[in-house]
Structure formats: structure tokens, C-alpha cells
């Protein structure tokens, strides 16, 4: 056991111990945590901004609102309902269609009116908001993913995180769905997990269930060595979100729709650590490069351009 905690600390692998003390206490004040873990918080303040986010139809805040979902939802073919205040993906419902009165998720699965009714009233009751809190239920557009993942993809819409340290994109990876995880991008779940690198936007390794693999376990493809489209777009957009938020420390997740481009889908203060699996190195070496170097990089432009340069 020892071996193996000295063999991560020397590839410069970042625990959770020292993520919590040394930059998520360190770089993330309290006060803006707000800013984030309220998703329609994230969207008003990302759109004031000029930054695209997926389009709101609307928002259900109490029960009594319940009864006007289905009049709400008549309008849009398609749509996503999620909780505010959720993590990892619980609670987001997709919906790609109707069929005989019925609303269709992207498995396939069926709900009637009655199901999503009983959803909508759990977000709001907490089932999967941070700490249980009343919360309120987002209905928002699905995205249409970019066709470059049509071949890695199964049934649901990639995304892709990254991480940024004072303003600059550290470590990056798209979670592509799979049967597994039903569709999500939840690698808890078991999507996928592709690192990305940051100076050329290729697909590296990728991980999934904690194995490293070469193919897609449904489609069959490789998911290696795939160009992400308006990568350098996607850095800025990163980039950018340190001044939006102040958190010194977050992870950024984003989709690219094939007609509007890069989305930001939410921020977290909290993100997680597989992103150093998915690439195959540690995130510490960098941000410790990062801190030497941070006051130089004064706008969103020059910490895009020392990230290309400093990291592959």
C-alpha cells in the first residue's frame, strides 16, 4: 500500500486530501460556491455574460406548478429536466420523444404523465439536491451532439470537462455515454472517460470502470486520437470562467452542439479526480506550474496560450 501511495505521489497524482486543503480551501471562498451549485444560478449569470448556455424553457419551483408541466412541455418535442442543485448527473431526465401520449427517454423507456409528474415533484422535494434541500426543477433544450462523436457515442450527449486553476485549463477529458451508464456522461455511472490534450485537443487514453481501453464497448470504435472540434474556442471558454465565478479551483463541463457550438453545461467547485486516469498523469506538476507563473497571465487569451505551450 505504501508502494503504491509513494509510486502516484511521485507521477504527481493529486489526492483528494490535498485537492480539499491545498486548492479547493485555498482558491474557492465559501461565498461563491452559490454561484455554482445552483445550476439556474450558473445559466443566468453564464448568459449576462454573453456565454451560450442550452436554452431554458422553463422552471418549476413549487408543487402547485406541477399541474402546468405538461401545458409547458406541449410546445417542445424534445427536452432535459434537471435539478438545480443536483451532482453527478442524478436526476437529470432526458426526453427525445413522444409516442402515443407517452413521453420517451433516449433508452428507450416510456414515462406517462403520472411518471414524470412524481420526477418533477422529487427534485423538488431534494431527492437529488446537495444535502437534500428543497430544490427547483430546470427544464432546458437537448442538445444535439457534433457528429465527430457519432461513432464513440451511445444513445446520450458527450460532454466534456475541464479543469482550471486560476484561470488556466489544466486537464481536460470527454465522458462519453454508454450502454452502462444508460445513456449518461456519468462516469460513475459508467460512461467513459477520454482525455483530451490540452495543447493539441486530441483524444488520448480512456478509461472506463476503472480499465484502460483502446474501443467504444458498444459501438465498437476507437475512441483515441479524435480531433475536438473549435478546441481553442472550448479553452477560451474555460478560460473565461474564472473571471465569471471567482473560484480559483473548478471544473467546467461543456457540450458542443452541432448547430450552436460550445454550451456551458455547469461549473463545480468540487470536481472530481479521474480526470488523471483518463489522461495518464497527474494534475499536482501543473498547478504547481500554474502558481509560479500566474500573475504574468492577465488576460484569458495569455492563460489559453501558457496552457498549449506548458502542457501536452
Known sequence: MFATAAALKARGVLGLNQRNAQYISRYNPRRLYPLVDDKLRTKKLAAAAGIAVPELFGVIRMQAEIRDLHQLLSKYPDFVI????????EGVLVIAGRSNGLYRQVSGVLLNSFELEHHVSNILGGMYSLGGHPDKAMIEARVGFD??????CYLGVPDIRIIVFLGVPVMSMVRLPTRMSNGKANLHQGAIGA???????????????????????????????????????LLQLAARSYEL??????????VLDRDR??????LNARPGLNIQIANGCG??????????SCRSLQ????RVEFARRSFS
Not at 457550438?261 to 455547469?266: A, F
Open 82 to 89: 434537471k435539478p438545480a442543485q443536483g451532482s453527478g448527473g
Open 147 to 152: 457528429p465527430i462523436f457519432e461513432p464513440i
Open 195 to 233: 482525455g483530451i490534450s490540452i495543447a493539441q485537443g486530441r483524444t488520448l487514453k480512456a478509461v472506463w470502470r476503472n480499465q484502460i481501453i483502446a474501443d467504444h464497448p458498444d459501438t465498437g470504435k476507437a475512441v483515441s486520437n479524435i480531433q475536438i472540434p473549435q478546441w481553442e474556442g
Open 245 to 254: 465565478t471567482g473560484l480559483g479551483y473548478q471544473g467546467i463541463d461543456i
Open 261 to 266: 457550438g460550445p454550451l456551458i453545461l455547469e
Open 283 to 292: 494534475l499536482l506538476p501543473r498547478l504547481q506550474l500554474i502558481e509560479g
Open 299 to 302: 488576460s484569458a487569451a495569455a
